[in-house]
């Protein structure tokens, strides 16, 4: 399957998880945790890097393997730690860093870091396995 195909369905699919979830929870849960370490105006340069290098990731180490084995199982479970991993690294980095980082950011953000890279993974499986066997 083509590399290009797996990467894009990636990045496509988290991008649009967390498009709904950001701009659902900035102004629910972000903003009112954290105040002022919220960054205003929003800073597109750093996120659309971010974006770029963690689709990579999920192409590498959940989509690619799934579709090896042709098992969605794989692209959830491996999509999900590699979100748990990742999400874990910035969130308990910042905790440890940053005075005042709200324990529930951590929690909150670590936990939508697992579900939305292992959704991302599964959703990007279903779509590449039905695709390219049509």
Do not use: C, E
């Not at 290098?53 to 690619?64: K, R, S, T």
């Not at 990742?86 to 905790?95: G, K, P, R």
């Not at 709200?102 to 499986?125: E, K």
């Amino acid at each position: 399957m083509h590399a290009i195909a797996i990467y894009a369905a990636g990045l496509i699919s988290f991008l649009a998880l967390d498009a709904i979830w950001l701009g659902t929870m900035v102004p629910r849960l972000y903003k009112p945790a954290m105040g002022d370490l919220v960054a205003d105006p929003f800073q597109p340069l750093p996120a659309a890097i971010f974006y770029l290098i963690y689709a990579a990731g999920l192409a590498y180490f959940a989509i690619q393997p799934a579709l090896a084995v042709g098992k969605w199982q794989t692209a959830l479970i491996s999509g999900a730690a590699l979100g748990f991993i990742a999400y874990a690294t910035y969130d308990l980095t910042n905790q440890a860093t940053i005075r005042g980082w709200p324990m529930v950011i951590t929690v909150v953000d670590l936990a939508w870091g697992t579900i939305a890279s292992g959704l991302a993974a599964t959703i990007s499986y279903l779509v590449l396995s039905r695709w390219f066997s049509a």
